[in-house]
């Protein structure tokens, strides 16, 4: 559904430097900081910004060269889009009606009500929370084939992002040929979302892994100095120092449990896969 490959975008202080794809019937999840890169990422992938250098396939073409039809096919959610503070939700139906001829409107007006989003209130009065879940709920119902959700749970309190990650679960057991991209700096709402992940930081993909082998096989070692110094380093990822010892990142936990009985190692969570790939050093 998408494929980048060799991205470049350059800007004064920052470059961005990426390759990444999107399997059809999957949901890639892309995690990083607050300008890691996520939404630089989308908007070149959408052929909003021009790019220093690569290519980039989308439905299979340059995304400047799909066809109407083809970007309809298309779902997303972006930080800066959204509709005219002085809409209702009620005038958003015919507009999205013309635009889309798939779109579901008693699926989207049925959405509005379960996610509390009022019909007949201006979306300038709209809290964060709920412009958020507007922009979710308008990208999925129109019949999308591919979604690129970029921060979509942003604003979000707990019992709303569950509601709306429960969606795309929905969204997908509904067509196997449907595929999503989404961001997020929540960790958790992707882990047990994503069929794999990708990890940026500062521009570049660091980590890219499938989430069952990650939670499966990812672990934590706690060493001291004496137990680091013997540990076998050959699957280690990445090490910080800490005030007793090692952390250590491993891809192959149930090694380390098996070969040194005396060592912590704990299950890896996405969590703290992050922060040792983000902070650690690698060997």
Do not use: W
């Not at 399997?23 to 959408?46: D, W, Y």
């Not at 070969?259 to 922060?275: A, F, H, K, Q, R």
């Amino acid at each position: 559904m998408l494929e980048i490959n060799g991205l470049v975008k350059k800007y004064k202080d920052f470059t961005l430097n990426c390759s990444m794809k999107v399997e059809r019937g999957c949901i890639t999840g892309l995690v990083g900081e607050n300008g890691a890169g996520k939404s630089t990422t989308f908007k070149a992938a959408l052929g909003l910004i021009n790019y220093d250098d690569g290519n980039i396939r989308l439905m299979g073409k340059v995304p400047s060269k799909l066809t109407e039809s083809e970007k309809q096919k298309i779902g997303v959610t972006l930080a800066e889009s959204g509709f005219s503070g002085y809409l209702k939700v009620k005038d958003i139906v015919p507009v999205m009606a013309a635009m889309y001829p798939d779109f579901d409107k008693e699926r989207f007006m049925s959405l509005c009500h379960k996610f509390s989003i009022p019909k007949d209130k201006y979306i300038k009065e709209f809290s964060t929370g709920m412009k958020a879940k507007l922009k979710v709920l308008v990208a999925i119902t129109h019949g999308a084939e591919f979604l690129l959700l970029d921060e979509p749970t942003t604003g979000l309190d707990v019992m709303a992002r569950e509601g709306i990650l429960n969606l795309f679960r929905v969204y997908m057991e509904e067509d196997e040929n449907r595929s999503i991209l989404i961001s997020s700096h929540i960790s958790t709402d992707l882990e047990g979302l994503c069929d794999d992940i990708y990890l940026i930081h500062e521009g570049r993909i660091i980590l890219h892994e499938e989430m069952d082998t990650l939670l499966n096989g990812y672990g934590l070692i706690k060493a001291d100095d004496v137990q680091y110094g013997k540990i076998d380093k050959e699957h280690i990822l990445s090490v910080r120092r800490t005030p007793y010892g090692y952390d250590c990142l491993t891809d192959q936990r149930q090694y380390y449990r098996e070969n040194y009985p005396d060592v912590v190692v704990e299950n890896g969570s996405l969590d703290e896969v992050i922060t040792m790939m983000t902070g650690g050093k690698s060997l």
